[in-house]
Every structure is written in structure tokens, then in C-alpha cells.
């Protein structure tokens, strides 16, 4: 069961970035084609980048609302709880979640800062990344500090970018690079190939985990005519794609102390998964190159970690997945989340746990994981 000392830990939350971002920490060339939040004619609040405008869609900040008060429509600050994008006012909404820390991706962004690659300018998008960066470690978990873990975004379309981002990053104080979890479905080069070995090598010597974000590779391809909620149920295949991905490459060979968050994937899918990919493994590997390497089930348990909103069929068999590769995400302010119950209903769904295992799925594996000791 989860006791009273737990300090439970969010690993998949989300900050709005609030209108100004941008304008007080790009470099004053950039700021006038920079991203800047302002209302528009219809009274709705409108991020415009290069001259494009686009809108917050509402799904991403409902946090305390009714679900039958819930859409797509776009959505303005005045509409959300203030807790999505003032520091002050999200630590009394973790506190009335009963969450004591999060870790943080971006909305404007996207999960992984992937909006830039489609950018003209791409020193302007680089820009906009190391800006966001800054903002996360001065600003968001600067004025939270022992609640908020930094993570950090790089310029994915630029390996050379990218690694010296991270470096950067990592050196300030980020504690996770959020990446895509399928390179090849945006464009860019898989993790099958070197192309990402400088930046996954500097991951690995300083032991800074990846988080990737289900939809950072794209949605799932559902029948034109489906309702939105069929999307939204298969989000958790990007997940095990990535996880079925990764054990079958050569990454974990190549970098030994690399490890992986599959955030918001759920992981009652994953004793299957690993049971198929090492079944295929065994029986496969001598012809596809794969001889030599580890057997997949082996590969996730030092390396990849399943993270869960609500589900309770991955806790009913925790034991096929291992009680160190689980952690817990509440995905405030986003339509999943359970604010202000998070702790109630996770108290629940761990009941049946031994104490020292509920802890380590609510705080111990996540402080572990993002080397994030207690302060209190």
C-alpha cells in the first residue's frame, strides 16, 4: 500500500509555456519572428512563429474540469487554471493532488520541441530551443526547486546541434532530454542507424535518461471516419513500437548506462510485448543480425521503464515487468489526468502492493531514475 511518507513523483506533467517565453529570453535579432502569445480578433489566444499563427487546442489544459465540459475547441489562458503556467499556483495544484514532484514537457514545443523543425530559420528554431531550456531551469523549476525535474529539449533536424544542446543543458541542470520515440516516422534518421550515436553517447556518460513521449512520433492511423477517442486509445502503440524498436538495436550495446522513460504509455501491454520479442528473438536472430545481442526482456528490465496514468492490469502483473521499471504520471493539466485525486486513486490502484514496492513505483524508481534525492 502507499504510505504517508511517500513522496509521490509525477513523471509525465506538462507546463504552458505563459505568452512571454520567448520575447524576454531570445536574442533581440530573433524576437520579432520568435513565438509570442497574443489574443486575437475572435477573443481567442494565438501563438504566432514566423508569421504562423496557431492555437492552444483545448484537450491540453482541462485540469478540474467536468469531462462532458471538455474539446478540441482552442482554448485561452483565461480558460485554464492558472496552475498550467504560473509556478506559484501549480505547487497548490500538486499539493491538492497530493503530488510532491513532476517532471514537466513542453506544450508549445511539442513533447520533444519537434514544431521547429519545421521552422524556416532553423538558427531562429535553435534559438527558440535553448530558450525554452533556460526558461525550464531559471524559471519553471528554478522557482520550484526539489519539485520540478528539469527536462530539457534539443534541435533534433541537427546531430551536431543537438549533442552540444545537451551538454549544455545537462551542465545547468537538466535531468532528462526528451527525444521522439520514432525518429524515422518525422523524417529523421532511426536509431538503428549511428546517426544519433553523439548525442546518445553524451546521455550516457553523464547517466541523463531519455523521456520520450508517446505522440512525438506521430499518431497512430485510424479510419477517417473514427471518432477522436479511437485515436486516443492507441497512443500506448507508439510506446510498445518504440520499446519493440529499441530491444532490437544495437543502442544499449553501444551505450551501457542509457536508459529510456516510455511516458504515458501505460504498461499493461508489456509482459506480452516481452514475451513475444524475446519468443522471436530466439528463433529469428541467427539470420537478421541479432545472433550476438541480449535478449530483448533482458534489454528493458536495465533499461527502458513503463510509465502509467491508470492501469490496472499492468499492477496486476508487476511481477512479469519488474517493480524497478515502473513509475507513475499524473499528466496535469492534460485531459488524462485525475487532478485533484492522483494520490487517492493511486493509493487505490497500489493497495494490494507491498509497502516498499508501492514506493518504489510512486518516488523511488522516478529519484532514481532522474537522480533527483529528496530535499525534505
Known amino acids: 500500500m502507499l504510505t504517508d511518507d511517500v513522496q509521490v513523483i509525477s513523471v509525465d506533467d506538462h507546463v504552458v509555456e505563459h505568452p512571454n517565453v520567448w520575447r524576454d529570453r531570445l536574442p533581440e535579432k530573433y524576437k520579432e519572428a520568435g513565438p509570442f502569445n497574443s489574443r486575437d480578433a475572435e477573443g481567442r489566444d494565438a ?19 467536468k469531462f462532458e465540459d471538455i474539446g478540441l475547441e482552442p482554448l485561452t489562458f483565461d480558460d485554464m487554471r492558472e496552475g498550467c ?15 510532491h514532484a513532476q517532471l514537466c514537457f513542453p506544450s508549445f514545443p511539442g513533447f520533444c520541441g519537434s514544431r521547429f523543425m519545421a521552422a524556416k530559420d532553423k538558427d531562429l528554431a535553435a534559438a527558440c530551443i535553448s530558450a525554452w531550456n533556460d526558461w525550464m531551469i531559471d524559471e519553471w523549476a528554478g522557482e520550484m526547486p526539489g519539485r520540478q525535474i528539469p527536462l530539457a529539449i534539443v ?28 525518429p524515422h516516422a518525422i523524417g529523421l534518421p532511426s536509431y538503428h542507424t549511428d546517426h544519433w550515436d553523439p548525442l546518445l553517447a553524451v546521455l550516457n556518460d553523464a547517466e ?61 501491454w508489456i509482459p506480452y510485448i516481452l514475451e513475444r520479442c524475446d519468443y522471436t528473438w530466439e528463433r529469428h536472430r541467427w539470420y537478421t ?41 499524473g499528466d496535469y493539466p492534460h485531459s488524462d489526468c485525475n487532478w485533484p485525486h492522483a ?16 514506493a518504489k513505483v510512486a518516488e523511488g524508481n522516478a529519484r532514481k531514475l532522474f537522480n533527483f534525492p529528496r530535499t525534505s
Open 47 to 65: 501563438w504566432t512563429f514566423e508569421g504562423e499563427v496557431s492555437y492552444a487546442v483545448g484537450l491540453n489544459a482541462v485540469a478540474g474540469k
Open 85 to 99: 503556467y504560473v509556478p506559484a499556483e501549480r505547487l497548490k495544484d500538486m499539493d491538492a493532488d497530493g503530488i
Open 155 to 182: 534541435p533534433l533536424w541537427d546531430i551536431e546541434k543537438a549533442t552540444a544542446e545537451a551538454k549544455r543543458i545537462i551542465d545547468r541542470g537538466a535531468r532528462t532530454i526528451s527525444l521522439t520515440e520514432a
Open 208 to 268: 541523463v535518461p531519455m523521456s520520450v513521449h508517446f505522440g512525438s512520433g506521430g499518431a497512430p492511423t485510424v479510419a477517417a471516419e473514427a471518432p477522436f477517442t479511437t485515436a486516443i486509445a492507441l497512443y500506448g502503440l507508439n510506446s510498445q513500437m518504440a520499446t519493440v524498436d529499441l530491444v532490437n538495436s544495437q543502442v544499449f550495446t553501444k551505450f551501457p548506462k542509457l536508459k529510456v522513460a516510455l511516458s504515458e504509455g501505460g504498461i499493461g
Open 289 to 329: 543480425g541479432m545472433e550476438n545481442s541480449t535478449k530483448p526482456s533482458e534489454l528493458f528490465r536495465k533499461h527502458l521503464y513503463g510509465c502509467f496514468i491508470a492501469d490496472d492490469a499492468g499492477l496486476a502483473n508487476l511481477d512479469l515487468i519488474g517493480e524497478d521499471n515502473v513509475m507513475f504520471e
Open 343 to 358: 494520490r487517492k486513486l493511486l493509493a487505490e490502484s497500489l493497495a494490494h502492493l507491498p509497502d516498499a514496492t508501492a
